[in-house]
């Protein structure tokens, strides 16, 4: 576990995991999927932690088998709407 040597065993290994639980939820691609502020307080506290990271959990499994299922035109994926891009297109008058 990730977890500062000074503390040797001065920590509680559930703890531990909640932390971390709560930090990966932090770190998701989209910052729409990240919880609010007061949605982590509220998972430090123990509130709602376990349905987050069940919801988590099943989403990331759907992404992975996305990521990893066969696509027949590889050469036009789009994984999502970060990657389009805006052209600007500018009338000329000669």
Same mark, same amino acid.
């Given at each position: 576990?990730?977890? =500062?040597?000074?503390? !040797? ?6 703890? +531990?995991?909640?932390?971390? %639980?709560?930090?990966? *939820? ?20 123990? =509130?709602?932690?376990? !349905? ?6 099943? +989403?990331?499994?759907?992404? %992975?088998?996305?990521? *990893? ?26």
């Amino acid at each position: 576990m990730l977890v =500062d040597p000074d503390l !040797e065993t001065n920590y509680i290994d559930s703890e +531990v995991a909640q932390l971390i %639980q709560v930090a990966l *939820l932090c770190t998701q691609g989209s910052p729409m999927d990240r919880p609010k502020m007061s949605d982590v307080v509220r998972m430090l506290e123990g =509130d709602g932690l376990a !349905e987050r990271w069940d919801e988590w959990q099943k +989403v990331e499994v759907t992404r %992975q088998e996305i990521d *990893l299922a066969p696509h027949p035109n590889s050469d036009w994926i789009l994984d999502s709407i970060e990657n389009l891009h805006a052209i600007v297109l500018i009338e000329y008058s000669l």
